[in-house]
Protein backbone atom coordinates (compact mmCIF):
# COMPACT_ATOMS: atom_id res chain seq x y z
CA UNK A 1 0.00 0.00 0.00
CA UNK A 2 1.57 3.33 -0.75
CA UNK A 3 1.71 5.69 2.53
CA UNK A 4 3.05 8.55 0.93
CA UNK A 5 0.74 11.60 1.52
CA UNK A 6 -1.45 13.03 -0.70
CA UNK A 7 -0.52 15.75 -3.54
CA UNK A 8 -2.31 18.90 -3.54
CA UNK A 9 -4.71 18.30 -6.11
CA UNK A 10 -6.11 15.10 -4.22
CA UNK A 11 -6.17 17.08 -1.36
CA UNK A 12 -7.96 19.75 -3.06
CA UNK A 13 -11.00 17.09 -4.41
CA UNK A 14 -10.99 15.70 -1.15
CA UNK A 15 -11.46 19.10 0.48
CA UNK A 16 -15.13 19.15 -1.55
CA UNK A 17 -17.08 16.90 0.20
CA UNK A 18 -15.52 17.67 3.77
CA UNK A 19 -17.85 20.04 5.58
CA UNK A 20 -17.47 24.00 5.29
CA UNK A 21 -16.38 24.46 9.00
CA UNK A 22 -13.73 22.21 8.22
CA UNK A 23 -12.64 23.70 4.91
CA UNK A 24 -10.89 26.32 6.51
CA UNK A 25 -8.82 24.52 8.59
CA UNK A 26 -8.41 22.16 5.79
CA UNK A 27 -7.25 25.60 3.94
CA UNK A 28 -4.73 26.86 6.69
CA UNK A 29 -2.96 23.57 6.97
CA UNK A 30 -2.46 23.59 3.66
CA UNK A 31 -0.86 26.66 3.82
CA UNK A 32 1.10 26.10 5.87
CA UNK A 33 2.48 22.97 4.19
CA UNK A 34 2.96 24.49 1.55
CA UNK A 35 5.16 27.17 3.14
CA UNK A 36 7.29 24.37 4.66
CA UNK A 37 7.65 22.92 1.25
CA UNK A 38 8.74 26.54 -0.57
CA UNK A 39 11.48 26.57 2.65
CA UNK A 40 12.74 22.93 2.14
CA UNK A 41 12.74 23.90 -1.98
CA UNK A 42 15.11 26.72 -1.12
CA UNK A 43 17.01 25.03 1.54
CA UNK A 44 17.70 22.21 -1.12
CA UNK A 45 19.03 24.69 -3.98
CA UNK A 46 21.44 26.21 -0.90
CA UNK A 47 22.69 23.07 -0.45
CA UNK A 48 23.02 22.37 -4.35
CA UNK A 49 24.98 25.63 -4.56
CA UNK A 50 27.21 24.50 -1.30
CA UNK A 51 27.97 20.96 -2.55
CA UNK A 52 28.85 22.94 -6.10
CA UNK A 53 31.36 25.10 -4.37
CA UNK A 54 33.08 22.85 -2.33
CA UNK A 55 33.46 20.31 -5.83
CA UNK A 56 35.44 23.04 -7.78
CA UNK A 57 37.28 24.26 -4.29
CA UNK A 58 38.58 20.60 -4.17
CA UNK A 59 39.60 19.67 -7.76
CA UNK A 60 41.07 23.34 -7.83
CA UNK A 61 43.16 22.29 -4.65
CA UNK A 62 43.28 18.88 -6.41
CA UNK A 63 44.99 20.46 -9.50
CA UNK A 64 47.12 22.63 -7.17
CA UNK A 65 48.46 19.59 -5.69
CA UNK A 66 49.34 17.82 -8.85
CA UNK A 67 51.24 20.78 -10.57
CA UNK A 68 53.10 21.31 -7.46
CA UNK A 69 54.27 17.83 -7.46
CA UNK A 70 55.36 17.67 -10.83
CA UNK A 71 57.02 20.69 -11.36
CA UNK A 72 59.82 19.08 -9.10
CA UNK A 73 60.20 16.26 -11.36
CA UNK A 74 60.00 18.60 -14.19
CA UNK A 75 62.79 20.14 -12.65
CA UNK A 76 64.46 17.29 -11.76
CA UNK A 77 64.34 16.57 -15.57
CA UNK A 78 65.91 19.60 -16.67
CA UNK A 79 69.04 19.21 -14.36
CA UNK A 80 69.49 16.08 -15.91
CA UNK A 81 69.58 17.27 -18.89
CA UNK A 82 72.34 19.57 -18.81
CA UNK A 83 74.16 17.33 -16.13
CA UNK A 84 74.03 14.60 -18.66
CA UNK A 85 74.14 16.77 -22.12
CA UNK A 86 78.26 15.51 -22.25
CA UNK A 87 76.88 11.80 -22.99
CA UNK A 88 74.25 12.69 -24.81
CA UNK A 89 74.05 13.59 -28.67
CA UNK A 90 72.99 17.39 -29.37
CA UNK A 91 69.43 15.67 -31.37
CA UNK A 92 68.75 14.24 -28.23
CA UNK A 93 69.29 16.67 -25.83
CA UNK A 94 66.99 18.59 -28.14
CA UNK A 95 64.58 15.97 -28.10
CA UNK A 96 64.26 15.76 -24.43
CA UNK A 97 63.93 19.18 -23.82
CA UNK A 98 61.03 19.68 -26.31
CA UNK A 99 59.29 17.27 -24.85
CA UNK A 100 59.84 18.86 -21.48
CA UNK A 101 58.27 22.33 -22.84
CA UNK A 102 55.12 20.38 -24.21
CA UNK A 103 54.76 19.01 -20.82
CA UNK A 104 55.42 22.54 -19.35
CA UNK A 105 53.02 24.31 -22.01
CA UNK A 106 50.37 21.62 -20.79
CA UNK A 107 50.16 22.36 -17.35
CA UNK A 108 50.42 26.72 -17.81
CA UNK A 109 46.61 25.68 -19.43
CA UNK A 110 45.44 23.53 -16.59
CA UNK A 111 47.26 26.58 -14.23
CA UNK A 112 44.80 29.15 -16.63
CA UNK A 113 42.26 26.61 -15.88
CA UNK A 114 42.80 27.74 -11.88
CA UNK A 115 43.21 31.21 -12.38
CA UNK A 116 39.58 31.81 -14.07
CA UNK A 117 38.36 28.97 -10.69
CA UNK A 118 39.89 31.32 -8.49
CA UNK A 119 38.57 34.37 -10.17
CA UNK A 120 34.97 32.93 -9.80
CA UNK A 121 34.72 31.34 -6.71
CA UNK A 122 37.38 33.36 -4.17
CA UNK A 123 36.64 36.33 -2.81
CA UNK A 124 38.55 39.48 -4.49
CA UNK A 125 40.06 42.79 -3.69
CA UNK A 126 41.84 44.10 -0.15
CA UNK A 127 40.02 41.96 2.66
CA UNK A 128 40.07 38.41 1.62
CA UNK A 129 40.00 35.64 4.11
CA UNK A 130 42.81 34.01 5.40
CA UNK A 131 41.20 30.65 4.36
CA UNK A 132 40.78 31.76 1.01
CA UNK A 133 44.30 33.77 0.66
CA UNK A 134 46.49 30.43 1.29
CA UNK A 135 44.66 29.35 -2.15
CA UNK A 136 45.33 32.30 -3.63
CA UNK A 137 49.20 32.53 -2.50
CA UNK A 138 49.14 28.95 -3.52
CA UNK A 139 48.39 29.58 -7.29
CA UNK A 140 50.16 32.31 -7.41
CA UNK A 141 53.62 30.93 -5.86
CA UNK A 142 53.06 27.48 -8.20
CA UNK A 143 52.19 29.91 -11.66
CA UNK A 144 55.36 31.60 -11.13
CA UNK A 145 57.49 28.58 -10.57
CA UNK A 146 56.15 27.19 -13.47
CA UNK A 147 56.10 30.06 -15.55
CA UNK A 148 60.05 29.95 -14.09
CA UNK A 149 60.90 26.83 -15.47
CA UNK A 150 59.58 27.32 -18.70
CA UNK A 151 61.58 30.40 -19.59
CA UNK A 152 64.99 28.36 -18.60
CA UNK A 153 63.95 25.58 -20.39
CA UNK A 154 63.37 27.13 -23.67
CA UNK A 155 66.86 28.94 -22.78
CA UNK A 156 68.41 25.26 -22.67
CA UNK A 157 66.70 24.35 -26.05
CA UNK A 158 67.51 27.27 -27.98
CA UNK A 159 70.92 26.01 -26.79
CA UNK A 160 70.63 22.50 -27.98
CA UNK A 161 69.34 23.38 -31.02
CA UNK A 162 72.01 25.62 -32.16
CA UNK A 163 74.67 22.68 -30.72
CA UNK A 164 72.95 20.69 -33.73
CA UNK A 165 73.96 23.12 -36.14
CA UNK A 166 77.44 22.98 -35.19
CA UNK A 167 77.20 19.56 -34.30
CA UNK A 168 76.78 18.78 -38.04
CA UNK A 169 79.76 21.31 -39.01
CA UNK A 170 82.04 19.39 -36.73
CA UNK A 171 81.12 15.87 -38.01
CA UNK A 172 80.97 16.94 -41.69
CA UNK A 173 84.63 18.12 -40.86
CA UNK A 174 85.91 14.89 -38.78
CA UNK A 175 83.94 12.78 -41.72
CA UNK A 176 86.64 14.46 -44.17
CA UNK A 177 89.53 14.76 -42.27
CA UNK A 178 89.29 10.65 -41.09
CA UNK A 179 90.12 8.96 -44.61
CA UNK A 180 92.54 11.02 -45.56
CA UNK A 181 94.85 10.88 -41.94
CA UNK A 182 94.46 7.23 -42.05
CA UNK A 183 95.90 7.39 -45.83
CA UNK A 184 98.49 10.14 -44.70
CA UNK A 185 99.57 7.62 -41.87
CA UNK A 186 99.76 4.69 -43.83
CA UNK A 187 101.89 6.81 -46.14
CA UNK A 188 104.29 8.09 -43.62
CA UNK A 189 104.40 4.05 -42.66
CA UNK A 190 105.71 3.13 -45.79
CA UNK A 191 108.70 5.43 -46.12
CA UNK A 192 110.24 6.86 -49.56
CA UNK A 193 111.95 5.33 -52.16
CA UNK A 194 115.78 6.11 -52.70
CA UNK A 195 115.33 8.37 -56.57
CA UNK A 196 117.48 6.36 -59.22
CA UNK A 197 118.05 9.82 -61.47
CA UNK A 198 116.97 13.48 -62.21
CA UNK A 199 113.24 12.23 -63.18
CA UNK A 200 112.55 10.25 -59.81
CA UNK A 201 113.90 13.16 -57.63
CA UNK A 202 111.33 15.77 -59.24
CA UNK A 203 108.66 13.41 -59.18
CA UNK A 204 109.88 12.45 -55.65
CA UNK A 205 109.68 16.05 -54.89
CA UNK A 206 106.71 16.69 -56.17
CA UNK A 207 105.11 14.13 -54.01
CA UNK A 208 106.37 15.25 -51.00
CA UNK A 209 105.14 19.15 -52.06
CA UNK A 210 101.91 17.41 -52.53
CA UNK A 211 101.21 15.83 -49.20
CA UNK A 212 102.49 18.82 -47.61
CA UNK A 213 100.36 20.78 -49.31
CA UNK A 214 97.10 17.93 -48.23
CA UNK A 215 98.46 18.73 -44.26
CA UNK A 216 98.26 22.30 -44.35
CA UNK A 217 94.63 22.11 -46.04
CA UNK A 218 93.54 18.98 -44.15
CA UNK A 219 94.37 21.03 -40.76
CA UNK A 220 92.61 23.55 -41.81
CA UNK A 221 89.38 21.35 -42.27
CA UNK A 222 90.26 19.99 -38.56
CA UNK A 223 90.84 23.42 -37.51
CA UNK A 224 87.06 24.01 -38.27
CA UNK A 225 85.48 21.18 -37.77
CA UNK A 226 87.48 21.97 -33.87
CA UNK A 227 86.22 25.56 -34.24
CA UNK A 228 82.69 24.45 -34.70
CA UNK A 229 82.68 22.29 -31.84
CA UNK A 230 83.93 24.97 -29.36
CA UNK A 231 80.74 26.57 -30.03
CA UNK A 232 78.28 23.97 -28.83
CA UNK A 233 77.62 24.39 -25.26
CA UNK A 234 79.30 21.16 -24.07
CA UNK A 235 82.46 19.96 -26.38
CA UNK A 236 83.78 17.16 -24.18
CA UNK A 237 83.74 14.45 -26.94
CA UNK A 238 84.88 16.50 -29.58
CA UNK A 239 87.59 17.85 -27.29
CA UNK A 240 88.68 14.18 -26.79
CA UNK A 241 87.99 12.93 -30.58
CA UNK A 242 90.34 15.89 -31.96
CA UNK A 243 92.82 15.96 -29.39
CA UNK A 244 93.88 11.56 -29.95
Not at 80 to 106: C, F, H, N, W, Y
Not at 191 to 199: E, M, N, V, Y
Not at 222 to 235: D, F, V, Y
Amino acid sequence: MDSSPPSMPTIATMSITIPEDKKKILAKEIKAVEAKLEVAGRFKSTVTKIEELVAALTSFDNSLKVIDTWKDAATAELTDIKEASGAMLPEDRVARTMDLQEDIAAKLEIIKECAATEQALLPQGDKVPADAQVFKDELARITKYVTELQANTKIECDKYSNDVKFWAEYRTGIKEFNPWLAGAEKAVTEGLSKPADLAEVKALNDKVNAFDKNCVNYLKVLTSAQAAAQKMSTHSEADAEVAG
